[in-house]
């Protein structure tokens, strides 16, 4: 979780949480024992403020659109970008520092209560009226992109009644498309959890190359996180071991970058923000400030420089703290949640690329291979045909005014055994790139553990030759056993809505690879093993609440997930392993026979 918030002229705090908790085995354990885990999360509320902002200025609004249109067209002739002029480059009006609707101030520590994502909306209305007597109402294009951005509106949808029908339909067009998507292959890494000496779970982690500046571009490796909204990156300011570990960012050797302050007004070079940003997760802190300059997917050497590449801002961070960032290979991290998330569309990677892409089709995907060999993507301006196994079925974002790639959660199964928690329609689920485990919320564990657990063994008076007893033999054969692939397991259904199949994840998406050794209550001398499932509980405050659900690693790597910008949706369909390819394998990958919770089986099937 983060909260933004603007402490005066010298200072801005993001708090972040990072849920997780560390799930540990141990020989003999408790029902509640089991939910302590460790788990890398980067999940943003939208940004608070303490003050009010008026609407900006037309004549400044309209120097930044041609600024940007000018930007734009240098990047279609893949030529670097020259300085920055103060008089002819003025910022968007920033998200951080929202108005409240309906005349009421928003505090450091409660929510506004209207959208964030339409707060700016009455601040621009003299604006959009403005300039609808300077640009072409019927214009269409980066001026007319960037102008509906600056009024926290939304980019023209695609049709809200678009059916599969259409879409196959369309089939031809978006073949040829597929062809040309910018994609990044990401990579996979896990990090061992250990206790006492002892690896007890797995953290992992997926991701891929981008490259920032010009005329030298400089190569970083990031998570591609749609449970955020920053590009954040080491600074080569930093001092500390952690950013030593990784590659950092040179602002001086990028003719195209520049300073600026967190609502993006540009400063002259050699200057920096009288504002900071400060992130804290629930094991570590990034520090930094903010910096405009061009990013663009996959390495400087893969790249064309041209379409995946957009202008934005950038946070720079000048201290990384030793956790958890000197455990993970990837230098920084790439936000890919809505605007609401971010502190101003300008920080926006995908909406500032959509906006300076007019042609792109407002869309990305994600696909993550069955099995640490094959190649993981995340693909750029729509989605390949070719990944999914089933049709597409869309399914419309819950509150994106929050920021969240969330879905509303009609109901949970189990089996046949509907969970209370969600049997209103009430509960949601947050599609998140950036957690490894499926989430859960707290008050709901028990249910949930109690009804997907299976038992593989049971010792009525304990271990011996005796009536009722399990000889040594019997119990070690049973504690070999891998719970993934014994097959008696309930599945976990999420009821997405009517005439939508629902998500459906089998026990070998959610149980723990190795049965636990479990005392029986009531029962002195009694154990039995038993498989569990592998759930992250979570405490989520308001907005999001305590009834929301995050979809990770597990699910995504079971279904091909699409992400409508303009439409706010979220496409779904089975991925399609029977052509997974051949990818560089997994970083830190343990032995496939391993049974450490988090370790996919080398062999199981979808």
Same mark, same amino acid.
């Given at each position: 979780?983060?909260?933004? $918030?603007?402490?005066?002229?010298?200072?801005?705090?993001?708090?972040?949480?990072?849920?997780?908790?560390?799930?540990?085995?141990?020989? %003999?354990?408790?029902?509640?024992?089991?939910?302590?885990?460790?788990?890398?999360?980067?999940?943003?509320?939208?940004?608070?403020?303490?003050?009010?902002?008026?609407?900006?200025?037309?004549?400044?609004?309209?120097a930044a659109l041609k600024a940007?249109?000018?930007? @734009?067209?240098?990047?279609?002739?893949?030529? &670097?970008?020259?300085?920055p002029a103060e008089s002819s480059?003025?910022? &968007?009006?920033?998200?951080?520092?929202?108005?409240?609707?309906?005349?009421?101030?928003?505090?450091?520590?409660?929510?506004?209560?209207?959208?964030? @994502?339409?707060?700016?909306?009455?601040?621009?209305?003299?604006?959009? $009226?403005?300039?609808?007597?300077?640009? &072409?109402?019927?214009?269409?294009?980066?001026?007319?992109?960037? *102008?509906?951005l600056l009024a926290g509106a939304?980019?023209?949808?695609?049709?809200?009644?678009?059916?599969?029908?259409?879409?196959?339909?369309?089939?031809?067009?978006?073949?040829?498309?597929?062809?040309?998507?910018?994609?990044?292959?990401?990579? %996979?890494?896990?990090?061992?959890?250990?206790?006492? /000496?002892?690896?007890?779970?797995?953290?992992?982690?997926?991701?891929? %190359?981008?490259?920032?500046?010009?005329?030298?571009?400089?190569?970083?490796?990031?998570?591609?996180?749609? /449970?955020?909204?920053?590009?954040?990156?080491?600074?080569?300011?930093?001092? =500390?071991?952690?950013? %030593?570990?990784?590659?950092?960012?040179?602002?001086?050797?990028?003719?195209?970058?520049?300073?600026?302050?967190?609502?993006?007004?540009?400063?002259?070079?050699?200057?920096?923000?009288?504002?900071?940003?400060?992130?804290?997760? /629930?094991?570590?802190?990034?520090?930094?400030?903010?910096?405009?300059?061009?990013?663009?997917?996959?390495?400087?050497?893969?790249?064309?420089?041209?379409?995946?590449?957009?202008? *934005?801002?950038?946070?720079?961070?000048?201290? *990384?703290?030793?956790?958890?960032?000197?455990?993970?290979?990837?230098?920084?991290?790439?936000?890919?949640?809505?605007?609401?998330? @971010?502190?101003?569309?300008?920080?926006?990677?995908? /909406?500032?690329?959509?906006?300076?892409?007019?042609?792109?089709? &407002?869309?990305?995907?994600?696909?993550?291979?069955?099995?640490?060999?094959?190649?993981? =993507?995340?693909?750029?301006?729509?989605? !390949?045909?070719?990944?999914?196994? =089933?049709?597409?079925?869309?399914?419309?974002?819950?509150?994106?005014?929050?920021?969240?790639?969330?879905?509303?959660?009609?109901?949970?199964?189990?089996?046949?055994?509907?969970?209370?928690?969600?049997?209103?329609?009430?509960?949601?689920?947050?599609?998140?790139?950036?957690?490894?485990?499926?989430?859960?919320?707290?008050?709901?564990?028990?249910?949930?553990?109690?009804?997907?657990?299976?038992?593989?063994?049971?010792?009525?008076?304990?271990?011996?030759?005796?009536?009722?007893?399990?000889?040594?033999?019997?119990?070690?054969?049973?504690? $070999?056993?891998?719970?993934?692939?014994?097959?008696?397991?309930?599945?976990?259904?999420?009821?997405?809505?009517?005439?939508?199949?629902?998500?459906?994840?089998?026990?070998?998406?959610?149980?723990?690879?190795?049965?636990?050794? *479990?005392?029986?209550?009531?029962?002195?001398?009694?154990?039995?093993?038993?498989?569990?499932?592998?759930?992250?509980?979570?405490?989520?405050?308001?907005?999001?609440?305590?009834?929301?659900?995050?979809?990770?690693?597990?699910?995504?790597?079971?279904?091909?997930?699409?992400?409508?910008?303009?439409?706010?949706?979220?496409?779904?369909?089975?991925?399609?392993?029977?052509? !997974?390819?051949?990818?560089?394998?997994?970083?830190?990958?343990?032995?496939?026979?391993?049974?450490?919770?988090?370790?996919?089986?080398?062999?199981?099937?979808?």
């Amino acid at each position: 979780m983060a909260q933004t $918030s603007l402490c005066g002229a010298s200072c801005m705090v993001m708090t972040a949480m990072l849920s997780g908790l560390l799930l540990a085995h141990s020989s %003999k354990s408790r029902m509640e024992e089991m939910d302590q885990t460790e788990e890398t999360s980067f999940l943003a509320q939208p940004p608070i403020t303490a003050s009010t902002t008026t609407a900006p200025d037309v004549a400044s609004a309209l120097a930044a659109l041609k600024a940007a249109q000018q930007q @734009a067209q240098q990047f279609s002739q893949k030529a &670097p970008l020259p300085p920055p002029a103060e008089s002819s480059l003025v910022a &968007p009006a920033p998200a951080a520092a929202r108005n409240v609707a309906d005349g009421k101030e928003s505090s450091g520590s409660v929510l506004p209560e209207s959208p964030a @994502a339409a707060s700016t909306a009455s601040a621009m209305t003299s604006t959009e $009226s403005a300039a609808a007597t300077v640009a &072409p109402p019927a214009a269409r294009g980066l001026a007319a992109d960037l *102008m509906a951005l600056l009024a926290g509106a939304k980019l023209k949808p695609v049709d809200e009644n678009q059916s599969n029908q259409s879409n196959q339909s369309n089939h031809s067009d978006q073949t040829a498309a597929q062809k040309n998507l910018p994609t990044v292959k990401l990579t %996979k890494q896990y990090v061992p959890i250990d206790k006492n /000496g002892v690896v007890i779970a797995y953290k992992t982690a997926y991701f891929g %190359k981008v490259h920032v500046g010009s005329p030298q571009p400089q190569d970083f490796t990031v998570v591609f996180d749609t /449970g955020s909204a920053h590009l954040v990156l080491p600074s080569s300011a930093c001092e =500390s071991e952690t950013c %030593k570990l990784h590659r950092s960012f040179n602002e001086t050797t990028s003719e195209s970058c520049y300073p600026i302050e967190h609502d993006g007004t540009p400063l002259p070079r050699g200057e920096a923000s009288s504002h900071s940003v400060s992130i804290t997760f /629930g094991t570590g802190k990034v520090s930094g400030t903010f910096v405009r300059d061009q990013a663009c997917l996959g390495g400087s050497l893969q790249s064309d420089g041209k379409d995946g590449c957009t202008f *934005m801002n950038v946070v720079v961070a000048k201290e *990384m703290s030793d956790q958890p960032f000197s455990l993970f290979h990837f230098d920084g991290i790439l936000g890919l949640g809505l605007e609401a998330l @971010a502190l101003g569309p300008g920080y926006s990677f995908f /909406g500032q690329m959509v906006a300076q892409h007019p042609a792109m089709q &407002p869309r990305f995907s994600v696909f993550l291979a069955r099995t640490d060999q094959g190649e993981s =993507s995340i693909s750029f301006g729509g989605h !390949d045909e070719t990944k999914a196994a =089933s049709d597409v079925h869309w399914v419309p974002v819950a509150m994106p005014e929050l920021g969240y790639w969330q879905v509303q959660i009609q109901s949970v199964r189990m089996g046949d055994v509907v969970l209370d928690d969600c049997a209103d329609g009430g509960c949601r689920a947050i599609l998140d790139t950036g957690t490894s485990l499926l989430g859960a919320p707290r008050q709901a564990i028990k249910s949930l553990h109690q009804h997907l657990s299976r038992d593989v063994l049971l010792a009525p008076q304990g271990t011996g030759f005796g009536e009722d007893q399990v000889s040594p033999e019997a119990g070690k054969e049973a504690a $070999s056993k891998d719970c993934r692939l014994l097959g008696n397991g309930a599945p976990l259904t999420f009821d997405l809505g009517p005439g939508i199949p629902g998500i459906v994840m089998e026990a070998e998406d959610y149980f723990r690879p190795k049965p636990f050794n *479990m005392t029986v209550p009531g029962k002195p001398g009694a154990w039995k093993l038993s498989c569990r499932s592998l759930l992250l509980p979570l405490d989520l405050e308001a907005p999001l609440g305590p009834r929301t659900f995050i979809l990770g690693e597990p699910v995504l790597r079971k279904y091909y997930t699409i992400y409508d910008w303009a439409s706010r949706r979220i496409g779904f369909a089975t991925a399609d392993h029977s052509d !997974d390819g051949v990818g560089e394998g997994a970083v830190g990958a343990p032995d496939a026979s391993s049974m450490v919770a988090g370790v996919l089986h080398c062999c199981s099937s979808t």
